[in-house]
């Protein structure tokens, strides 16, 4: 298919506070290992847009949003066949409460 990646304010925000927490909180191999895995996960969407499940707590929405799971974060992201991109709109830690991802 060989969508492109687009990355939402939110999406790069989130990641980098991922980032910059492992880095204080473990090491900074860790934090770098950590972003770069979520990086390459979205990137498999390229020519996989479908692999991740449809998300349920999203389903009101009037865009049908997906959901990858990499480790303790679920990427949040949406098929905009309109662009012919991937556009990854948030990554959320599994580990807080569920209702922030409305």
């Keep these: 298919m060989g969508l ?5 304010d939110l999406a790069k925000v989130e990641v980098k506070s ?3 927490f492992l880095k204080r ?3 900074l191999a860790i934090a770098k290992n950590s972003s770069s895995e979520i990086t390459a996960e979205v990137k498999r969407l ?3 847009p479908y692999i ?3 998300e349920e707590q999203l389903k009101n929405s009037p865009r049908e949003f997906r959901s990858l799971i990499y480790s303790n974060y679920k990427i949040i992201y949406w ?3 309109d662009k012919n991109q991937i556009e990854t709109w948030d990554v959320f830690d599994c580990r807080q409460e569920l209702l922030k991802i409305k």
Aim: without cysteine; glycine residues 4%.
């Design 4 to 8: 492109k990646i687009y990355w939402t």
């Design 25 to 27: 909180e473990a090491s």
């Design 52 to 54: 991740g499940r449809i």
């Design 18 to 20: 991922i980032y910059v």
């Design 79 to 81: 098929i905009n066949t």
């Design 46 to 48: 390229i020519n996989q």
